[in-house]
């Protein structure tokens, strides 16, 4: 140990205000402060307050769903020209919302970039709650959702398979991979801090919930060896899934030959979309809550930083997209996507497309400011508003584009009715039952990795 | 394998290499070895080397491998009780005890009859599936649908005959089966028999029979019953003090009081469009609105279809008070208000003065004489019809395309005055008993003439006959159910006279009773049977008619063996139409030698659905012009008021189909409004008025949010009626239509929640001004309407992205098609490889389906939607879920308006828009679960049952053409629907997609018909539902793979086009663009 003590990962001035990880914690204070919250910390009333009304949503959730399973999908708005709505344009959002963890935890973890400790895991939780909330629009999106099961390719008496050529077939593999890939991950991630919950909880009931989750984690070195090799492993799987899932969404409108739709930059534009909306909604959550469990120590400024400027960059590939596409309505000289682009920017929906503009490309501009990127508030607001703009994007998309194609006779509008809002705001309700859930009751941080970067942790050669 | 035998094939292992090793290599056993196992190497070892490890087993070749794996894994789980069956509900299954006879189950049957709906009966051909009517078709033998002589070419028509419709026609199967229908005679709401009813009868007849009848009143509809007639002749004569009155809100009253002016007296008049070049049309809209409708638009548009051997197509001139079908179809339509009309038909007459456009008009029709037609609509003034008929006597064209008869009514009256008369003897207390038969008159009669309740009390007793328990009902003591057309037996006349005897399809469903059965209460044989009754008039006929002949072949009905073309099967009747018979329109049977065998002409009578020659005979007359030189009426509104011009609804005539789901979901053609009726104004008159300037937006689907006018007549009685802005109507001119605003008469009719449907224009409908009046104040309300249409009406000054840039509806001149480069029909590149089609065999390629439709020929009549329905059980879904566009209709009729100025369209044309069956149909790739796939013949099918309703489809099809169930929109649970469908075509149930078959169980009759006849089915044997309905033959549908087709030839036209065709979607529904016939020296 040399004379001064030295900050670990301290790369350079820029970062001297912000380390990964406040300097004062040990081992044993890390592992005290993360799991007190789930073991010792009394639930607080405002806990109960939030997963109330979460819950009550939930219920409402399921009250759209069983109406409409019981009475069918004509209790939302879609219609024909407009027969995809709110519904898909939500599965788009709550899945584009579910890349942040993935890519937080597999594409960081492969770039070796420390910082990701810190918030993987509540990345990766969120993840997987999105996607859960987006599993469940394909499905209920149909007419007869009861049959939903003929989309997987299953023995059956009619001998027939599923159609591959199908963008929403495609998607069955894409989504239900991605799901289980992240639940593993996310899983396997938490089988070292289950352990330690095991050993530290008093209640009888916890032990054994925890032990058993724990799957009989003893912490030896055979044990950290195989996790590491499987953890690597999961992380390099769920790498290409990242790019995969949300090209492979972007296919069912880029298939289609509606103008609006039929664009060879629909890939890229819905992965950075997706990338951006995750970032957004990963801070969105992460600034209360560091606030709340006081967990300042460890989601540092540093991360806000680098998310914030994750964000900035995601938002100038979607601006550019944006672009693009009305560049290409232009330049192709078809007049379908000519009138497209213009019906956009001067239909009965041009308000969406502008507020779209102001929210994705305009809003991000201010991150290029320190100032603001260190403003707790200023960030917390441009989330929000980037979170509503990448809902309007997936509006503009899905809704501008069919509900004026080719033939003027067939044109009309779509309005979403009281159940498309219902089972929105039910989905909402529901992710955040999961996370508050989430957040009692499994540590929302990596204790173990987290120790990893502790000066402690480090080993002298 | 089981664990003893790895244990023995180990052991056997074993023991072959330790017997090696000791026999020192003797056997023959392998000096260098890789592996024990090789060393072992024998036959007893390979086996088990194959057993033991099983990607060595053999391969199963079998080229169905994969499915029959799937089927026998599948099975096994079913069988394993996981989830395969499911019980069935027990069904019972009444076999026939006595079989009908020629009923063949699951084959149908087609029955001749007529279809007396609008004034003139339209011959049909019922098809009975099980001996329940489930739809109606044009009956091809009869004369009026026989093609006419002056045409040969089978390009252009039919030569089978041909088996037009309406919409009203189509619809009735709709009304046969309607629960709402009254369903039991009462008496003050009790319910009673038909015997106490009589008896009642009788001993108010006995009261009346002293005095001569003087206290009964008879009000019927306008009567084109034979029977009905005698009967009636007969009831008077024996009560010679009862008086007969007729009263229907849309009359031919102006018709006839113009004959009477220029001919001296009233008369039938048939046109023969196929001879004309010329037409005018003053205010008729005769391609699409009057009883003879299907007979005129098929003549009409046989001289208009542009083909080799008819390049000078006719030209069409439409003078109007308001946009109609005829005008859209015209080359030149001028829409003017009601009051200058006359003195435009004075200068036309003239052939000078006027608007600029008439002498160039006027020299046209001129230089076209004996081949012209001008035609007056039946809602224009006397003088109008008296114009008409002295141009056309000037023209010369009586006698070679303007024919005059008889009339059609038994007992042609001023119905105006009629329902005076009727109306002063029930306020002189002068009537005691007063029967109404059919009608609604107290919802349909005039303001000035209405039969309230005040005016009904004061007959003693009321009885009224009708098929729904009405407004005239509920104002009556006794009401009686009226049977069905398709329940009836009786007689009527077509529009040229032609007698058709009509036969029941079936049972009174409900117990109702015809109007001879009504009237014959009143005669000395009160209890006969309507069968009876029409039979004994005929006998009496035929035999005061007929000296004896040998007998004609006896003819049992109809039972046609194709169930999809509707064909009679005896193509023995030799029909010549138009006949001038000698004895005065009476029938008479013209077999080469007559027959007194009544039996036999009788039965095939009613066999072929007429009677043969019974046309009325032509009569001649000199015009008399005298009448038109009283100077024009002025009828210049006093006050500046807007004029108001007042129309029959275009879907559901005066009221009486209100309760007809089919037609009030039918869109409108021009304003494509269901479920309303709307006050039509100008946009500048509509800016005026409510101060807006399109019809209102659209936030949820279709639906359009109109103001709403105040309409109050000098009395203050008022409706209030949603503004909708037509292109094309003349300013300061509202049209209002009747039929809506029903109170009472079924579930439809009066809408729900007590609110009625649309608004009432009976309440300020006058007799002295029935359809145009300028008495009306217009009064601006705060109130705004909904309205559901099936086609958004966008604000046409859009001149950046305007429909017009798009290439849908082709429509040019004559002149421009002439000089027009020939369309160069280029082949877009594609990476889709062509569809593999297999051929039958080496020389019978298979068949491919395919449409031709000439929007030349479209009328917009929509009888294609409502065949459609009616055929393909397309469920009605209601206003709010139009409004949210989702109606169901497969076939639809798009209306595009031509240029910018919405007050002066430069044209309006009518695009029919049924699937493509596309042959690289986007829709098909993108169904994850094969639901709807390319058949062998090119079809795009559609397999309800694998639909899981991911609406993918829909989204892609450029057409928009699918329909979705969002809620179970078929009527599962009424006992009487389910009678009404067709067997052949599923009933869809919520959640699937459905859309255009090309009526796929009418291809696939035809092609087991000829499949059992070993050979290929014919061109023009299969005839899907649009196609046999259409009254111009616009639809022409068949096989595209035989050259010689009529469609493959038509399709070869230089005027077909693929519709978004470079969209590469190669669809086999093209078009055939639309030609105007522009007169050169009219300025546009």
Redesign the interface.
């Known amino acids: 140990m040399a004379d001064e003590p030295q900050e670990p990962y301290m790369e350079g001035p820029m970062h001297s205000t912000h380390p990964v990880i406040d300097p004062g914690l040990t081992f044993a204070s890390v592992t005290d402060k993360i799991s007190s919250i789930v073991l010792k910390r009394r639930t607080s009333l405002a806990w109960f307050f939030g997963f109330a009304i979460s819950f009550a949503l939930f219920q409402l959730m399921l009250l759209a769903i069983t109406n409409l399973v019981f009475?069918?999908?004509?209790l939302w708005?879609?219609?024909?020209?407009v027969?995809?709505g709110i519904d898909i344009l939500n599965f788009v959002w709550w899945i584009g919302i579910g890349h942040a963890g993935t890519l937080i935890s597999a594409i960081l973890l492969l770039l070796r970039q420390k910082w990701r400790t810190s918030i993987n895991r509540f990345a990766e939780a969120m993840t997987l709650f999105a996607v859960a909330q987006a599993g469940m629009y394909p499905i209920f999106?149909?007419?007869?959702p009861w049959?939903?099961y003929?989309?997987f390719p299953y023995?059956?008496?009619?001998?027939?398979?599923?159609?591959f050529?199908?963008?929403?077939?495609w998607d069955?593999f894409a989504v239900s991979t991605y799901a289980t890939v992240s639940a593993m991950f996310w899983f396997v991630g938490l089988i070292p801090d289950f352990a330690t919950l095991r050993d530290r909880a008093k209640s009888k009931v916890f032990q054994m919930i925890y032990g058993l989750l724990a799957m009989g984690w003893r912490g030896s070195a055979r044990h950290w060896h195989r996790y590491e090799t499987a953890y690597l492993l999961l992380a390099g799987l769920a790498t290409p899934l990242v790019l995969s899932v949300h090209t492979i969404v972007s296919f069912?409108f880029a298939?289609?030959?509606?103008p609006g739709w039929h664009a060879t930059i629909f890939p890229p534009y819905f992965v950075a979309g997706a990338i951006y909306a995750g970032f957004a909604m990963v801070l969105l959550l992460t600034i209360p809550l560091r606030k709340f469990y006081g967990l300042e120590g460890f989601i540092t400024m540093r991360h806000m930083h680098n998310m914030a400027k994750v964000m900035l960059a995601t938002g100038l590939i979607v601006g550019y997209g944006y672009m693009m596409e009305a560049f290409f309505g232009w330049y192709s000289g078809n007049?379908?996507e000519?009138?497209m682009i213009?019906?956009r920017m001067h239909g009965?929906y041009a308000l969406y497309y502008w507020a779209l503009i102001l929210c994705n490309i305009i809003t991000p501009q201010f991150l290029w400011s320190k100032k603001i990127r260190s403003n707790l508030l200023a960030l917390w607001i441009i989330s929000f508003v980037v979170s509503i703009g990448m809902w309007l994007e997936r509006f503009v998309i899905v809704v501008t584009s069919?509900h004026r194609?080719?033939?003027?006779?067939?044109?009309?509008?779509?309005?979403p009715t009281q159940w498309d809002w219902s089972m929105f705001i039910g989905t909402i309700g529901f992710f955040f039952t999961l996370l508050f859930l989430f957040i009692r009751f499994l540590p929302m941080i990596s204790i173990f990795e987290m120790r990893t970067i502790l000066p402690e942790a480090e080993v002298d050669e | 394998m089981t664990d003893s035998d790895r244990h023995i094939n180990f052991q056997l292992m074993r023991d072959h290499i330790l017997a090696m090793e000791d026999g020192k290599n003797t056997s023959g056993g392998k000096q260098y070895w890789r592996s024990l196992e090789e060393l072992a190497d024998s036959p007893a070892f390979q086996e088990f080397v194959v057993r033991e490890y099983p990607q060595q087993a053999e391969e199963w070749h079998d080229p169905i491998e994969r499915r029959t794996f799937i089927k026998l894994m599948g099975a096994s789980l079913a069988l394993a009780g996981l989830s395969g069956c499911v019980f069935q509900p027990p069904e019972k299954i009444v076999p026939y005890v006595k079989q009908p006879e020629e009923e063949v189950p699951g084959k149908a049957l087609f029955f001749a009859t007529a279809a007396p709906l609008l004034g003139a009966a339209l011959p049909v051909l019922v098809r009975s599936n099980e001996g329940r009517p489930t739809k109606i078709e044009g009956n091809p033998d009869h004369p009026n649908n026989r093609p006419s002589d002056t045409v040969t070419n089978n390009l252009v028509q039919d030569p089978r005959g041909f088996s037009a419709t309406d919409i009203f026609t189509q619809a009735s199967v709709l009304s046969l089966y309607d629960p709402d229908r009254s369903q039991t005679l009462t008496y003050r709401e009790d319910i009673r028999t038909w015997t106490a009813f009589v008896g009642e009868m009788r001993t108010a007849l006995d009261e009346q029979r002293a005095k001569q009848g003087a206290g009964i009143r008879f009000l019927t509809e306008t009567i084109i019953s034979p029977t009905v007639g005698a009967q009636m002749k007969e009831l008077l004569q024996a009560l010679p003090q009862a008086k007969w009155h007729q009263y229907e809100p849309a009359n031919a009253d102006n018709a006839r009081a113009g004959a009477v002016m220029a001919l001296g007296q009233p008369v039938n008049i048939t046109y023969k469009f196929d001879l004309a070049e010329r037409v005018l049309s003053l205010d008729s809209d005769f391609l699409s609105a009057i009883g003879a409708s299907q007979r005129y638009a098929h003549d009409f548009m046989v001289k208009r279809r542009f083909t080799e051997e008819n390049k000078g197509i006719n030209r069409l001139y439409v003078v109007e008070t308001t946009p109609t079908n005829t005008g859209a179809k015209a080359d030149h339509e001028w829409c003017v208000k009601p009051s200058q009309f006359e003195g435009i038909a004075r200068a036309l007459l003239a052939g000078t003065g006027g608007p600029e456009w008439v002498a160039a008009v006027a020299k046209d029709l001129n230089q076209h004489k004996g081949a012209s037609i001008v035609i007056a609509g039946d809602q224009q003034s006397p003088t109008i019809h008296a114009l008409a008929h002295a141009m056309n006597s000037a023209l010369g064209n009586i006698g070679k395309t303007v024919f005059y008869s008889d009339p059609l009514a038994v007992n042609p009256v001023d119905q105006r005055q009629s329902l005076q008369d009727l109306v002063a003897d029930l306020d002189g207390g002068r009537v005691e008993l007063l029967v109404i038969v059919g009608g609604n008159p107290v919802y349909t009669t005039p303001v000035d003439l209405k039969l309230d309740f005040e005016r009904l009390q004061k007959a003693k007793l009321r009885v009224h006959l009708s098929q729904y328990k009405d407004e005239t009902s509920q104002l009556c003591h006794w009401h009686v159910p009226e049977a069905h057309y398709l329940e009836s037996w009786g007689d009527a006349r077509s529009y040229d006279g032609t007698i058709s005897i009509l036969q029941p399809l079936i049972q009174p469903l409900y117990d109702g009773k015809t109007v001879s059965e009504l009237l014959a209460v009143f005669s000395d044989q009160y209890d006969r049977k309507p069968l009876d009754i029409v039979r004994a008039f005929w006998q009496s006929h035929y035999q005061s008619q007929t000296p004896g002949a040998a007998a004609a072949p006896v003819a049992k009905a109809t039972s046609s063996n194709n169930s999809a073309a509707p064909q009679s099967a005896t193509a023995s009747t030799t029909a010549t139409s138009q006949t001038t018979n000698a004895s005065a329109g009476r029938p008479v049977p013209t077999s080469s030698s007559t027959s007194s065998d009544f039996e036999s002409w009788w039965r095939k009578t009613i066999h072929d659905g007429f009677v043969p020659n019974s046309a009325l005979p032509t009569k001649t007359f000199s015009v008399r012009t005298e009448a038109l030189n009283q100077p024009q009426q002025t009828t210049q509104s006093a006050n500046g008021n807007f004029e108001i011009v007042i129309r029959t609804d275009p879907s559901i005539y005066d009221g009486r189909f209100a309760n007809n789901g089919w037609l009030q979901e039918l869109p409108k053609p021009l304003t494509k409004v269901t479920w309303d009726n709307v006050a039509v104004v100008s946009p500048n008159s509509a800016y005026q008025l409510a101060g807006v300037r399109d019809n209102g937006g659209s936030t949820t689907g279709r639906e359009h949010y109109v103001p709403k006018v105040d309409l109050v007549d000098p009395q203050g009685r008022t409706i209030r009626a949603p503004l909708w802005i037509m292109p094309g109507q003349p300013d300061e001119v509202i049209t209002i239509y009747l039929g809506f605003g029903r109170t009472v008469g079924g579930r439809v009719a009066s809408g729900i929640n007590g609110q009625p449907v649309g608004y009432n224009a009976y309440a300020v409908r006058t007799s002295y001004e029935p359809w145009f009046t300028s008495s009306l104040q217009v009064r601006k309300t705060t109130e705004q309407h909904l309205l559901a249409t099936t086609q958004l009406h966008f604000n046409m000054e859009d001149p950046n992205f305007s429909k017009e840039e798009r290439d849908i509806v082709r429509s040019q001149t004559l002149e421009q098609f002439r000089n027009s480069q020939k369309e160069d029909k280029e082949e877009h590149p594609t990476i889709y490889p062509e569809y593999p089609y297999k051929a039958q065999a080496e020389n019978a390629p298979n068949y491919a389906w395919g449409m031709a439709i000439d929007l030349n020929n479209c009328t917009g009549c929509n009888a294609c939607t409502i065949a459609c329905q009616a055929e393909n059980n397309i469920p009605v879904v209601g206003k709010e879920q139009v409004a949210r566009s989702r109606e169901m209709h497969w076939i639809r009729v798009d209306t595009y308006f031509k240029g910018f100025d919405a007050s002066h369209p430069e044209a309006t044309s009518f695009m029919p828009v049924p699937c493509m069956h596309c042959e690289n149909a986007p829709c098909e790739p993108v169904c994850p679960v094969h639901a709807t796939v390319h058949s062998a013949e090119g079809l795009n099918d559609m397999v309800y049952n694998r639909c899981v309703g991911t609406k993918y489809c829909s989204n892609n099809c450029p057409y928009k053409v699918r329909r979705f169930n969002f809620f179970l929109y078929n009527d599962w649970d009424t006992p009487t629907y389910q009678l009404m469908r067709n067997p052949d075509v599923s009933v869809r149930s919520r959640g699937v997609m459905e859309k255009c078959t090309y009526c796929v169980q009418r291809i696939q009759a035809v092609k087991i018909q000829s499949e059992i006849e070993g050979r290929r089915a014919q061109d023009g044997e299969i005839v899907t539902a649009c196609q046999a309905v259409c009254p111009t033959e616009a639809i022409v549908f068949g096989d595209v793979n035989d050259p010689n087709s009529r469609v493959s030839k038509i399709k070869a036209s230089e005027r077909n086009y693929a519709l978004l065709g470079e969209l590469n979607t190669k669809p086999r529904t093209t078009y055939l663009s639309e030609l105007k016939n522009l007169n050169p020296e009219i300025k546009a």
């Open positions: 009475v069918g999908i004509g708005g879609v219609n024909v020209p027969a995809w999106h149909l007419g007869r049959l939903a003929w989309l023995p059956n008496t009619m001998g027939i398979w599923p159609q050529r199908s963008p929403l077939m069955v069912d298939v289609g030959i509606i007049k379908y000519r009138y213009w019906n009965p069919l194609d080719f033939l003027p006779s067939s044109w009309g509008m779509y309005q």
